[in-house]
């Protein structure tokens, strides 16, 4: 009972005493009664109303309202843990252990151009028989570019990438035992299509990196690309003049069977587990990056939308992404064309002695040229011709430093600009005659920018496109890229032994108009976190 309700009862009862008592009290006496309770009553109000006003004023007023809305718990999503978390020694595992396999993937796509001179003179191959073994390797990248991605994408990218690594090392080791030509080009081709499933780790690696790092860091990975280079070239150098390229071969699958152990260490993608609604896996992640990283996850609990539609193709042809994946398509396939037309077109060069060289010694004086017989009169490559490939290699890392500038400084979209139109300058400076020294100079500034490119044009897709199709937008991507890569040995092993110029062309022309395209790209990622849905 509260007390205006008691004191109202009081004087009610004062009423009622009044009222009962003896005839003879005075009248007066019963109103002072009355006055006083009704006094009484009024101060009694008064203090309640204060009452309730300090209540409402009070801190404590929202807990004890029943109908105050109570606050949510807090959340996070896995790119603010990411970024939360940091970079430390989980992220140097990574570094280290996916550029590895960037170790085996250059191998396998360089052997190409050292092993080209060898079977052309034990299967007594033309020009198109040569390019078309590098092409069924690209054949089979296109075919399992997109069944990689999209598997990538529904599956997990670990599985993908672990997967595509033991079926390249199989294949590539049965090439090694090919009887004839068309087992090596059938084979090879096999390897095409691991080497696919393969170049899913530069999705799973980009998903860890937080975005601040992400510029630094990839086109560090380049240097794992040129250390397979040069170790392919090392066992040229050393195992074909002796054993012969099937040993080489078979010496060049054992950092992939390596490789195959060090991928235990690396945790599926916490972006991908999110995704497919694997939320309690992805959290066991983070938290163990955190502890390697001796850093502290967000407070809260992981919340992210189920993506229902992960890996659809409608999405990169969507209003949003439409004109960015077209020009991206064709972005690719210049990147690739222009990539390995400067490989091929280098060994191709070299093992002809096509080059205008003004101080030609007696070994790149003698021409490559097909006998009446129509049996394949070829030359080895000789050891000046291996040190001048090492050193082209070299022009994969020469120039990070430039490309890490260019991409914190102008961005992705402008840094594609300018490397394409400086790759297409370099192309034709090939035809103006110069010593050796100045050639090898050129091959070095080629092979570094189209590197620097590849690069760009990775980083980019991997950061324009949301997790549901990351691994499908960039399973697209290289297998647009590999359409490239099957015309350019017809380019640079086929057409060159006609023209020089006439085969320098095509790498020029597609450079200045990728670079066109590149400018017309509507969405600009420096500095962007990546997107989980669309």
Not at 186 to 198: D, I, N, Q, S, T
Not at 306 to 326: C, D, I, M, N, Q
Request: a neutral charge; charged letters at 15%; aromatic letters at 12%.
């Amino acid at each position: 009972m509260t007390k205006i309700a008691f004191f109202k009862k009081v004087a009610n009862s004062s009423q009622k005493a009044v009222s009962m008592s003896s005839v003879g009290r005075p009248r007066r006496s019963s109103m002072k009664t009355q006055l006083v309770s009704a006094i009484q009553l009024e101060e009694v109000e008064m203090e309640e109303v204060n009452n309730h006003h300090q209540e409402v004023n009070s801190p404590y007023h929202e807990v004890n309202n029943p109908h105050q809305e109570v606050k949510e718990p807090q959340t996070y999503s896995v790119e603010e843990a990411v970024e939360t978390i940091g970079f430390g020694r989980f992220h140097v595992m990574l570094f280290i252990i996916m550029g590895s396999a960037s170790i085996a993937e250059a191998m396998e796509i360089m052997l190409l151009a050292v092993v080209s001179p060898e079977i052309r003179c034990e299967w007594h191959l033309d020009n198109w028989e040569v390019a078309l073994v590098s092409t069924m390797v690209f054949a089979g990248f296109m075919v399992c570019g997109v069944l990689s991605g999209y598997m990538a994408d529904r599956y997990g990218r670990w599985k993908v990438v672990f997967g595509g690594s033991v079926w390249a090392a199989y294949f590539s080791l049965l090439t090694s035992f090919s009887p004839s030509y068309g087992w090596f080009i059938f084979l090879r081709l096999m390897v095409g299509c691991g080497v696919a499933g393969c170049s899913q780790g530069f999705v799973l690696k980009t998903e860890f990196i937080p975005a601040s790092y992400r510029s630094y860091l990839l086109p560090l990975a380049s240097i794992f690309w040129m250390v397979g280079s040069m170790l392919i070239i090392m066992l040229g150098m050393t195992v074909v003049p002796t054993l012969g390229w099937r040993w080489m071969i078979r010496l060049s699958v054992i950092p992939s069977v390596l490789l195959l152990l060090l991928f235990q260490l690396i945790p599926e993608s916490a972006r991908y587990n999110v995704s497919a609604g694997n939320v309690q896996a992805a959290v066991e992640t983070l938290q163990r990056i955190a502890r390697m990283n001796r850093a502290s996850m967000p407070p809260g609990r992981l919340v992210e939308p189920l993506v229902k539609e992960r890996g659809s193709w409608r999405l990169l042809v969507s209003p949003a992404f439409r004109r960015t994946s077209l020009l991206l398509w064709y972005s690719w396939f210049v990147a690739s064309f222009s990539y390995y037309g400067s490989v091929l077109s280098s060994s191709e060069l070299l093992e002809k002695n096509l080059l205008c060289v003004t101080d030609a010694d007696a070994e790149h004086q003698q021409k490559h040229s097909h006998p009446e017989d129509g049996m394949c009169y070829c030359i080895p490559f000789g050891f000046n011709d291996y040190q001048t490939l090492l050193i082209s290699c070299l022009g994969e890392v020469a120039l990070i430093p430039l490309n890490i500038c260019l991409l914190n400084v102008f961005g992705r979209k402008w840094s594609m600009v300018l490397l394409e139109l400086m790759a297409a300058l370099f192309f034709m400076l090939v035809n103006v005659c110069s010593t050796m020294f100045g050639f090898t100079i050129l091959l070095f500034l080629i092979r570094s920018l189209v590197s620097m490119n590849f690069n760009v044009v990775y980083i980019y897709t991997a950061e324009v496109y949301p997790t549901a199709v990351r691994s499908l937008g960039l399973g697209f991507c290289t297998s647009f890229s590999r359409i490239g890569g099957m015309i350019a040995p017809f380019i640079a092993q086929v057409l060159m032994s006609h023209s020089v110029i006439l085969a320098m062309l095509p790498f020029s022309v597609a450079c200045v108009l990728c670079a066109v395209g590149a400018f017309l790209l509507p969405i600009e990622t420096k500095g962007r976190a990546l997107l989980q849905n669309s």
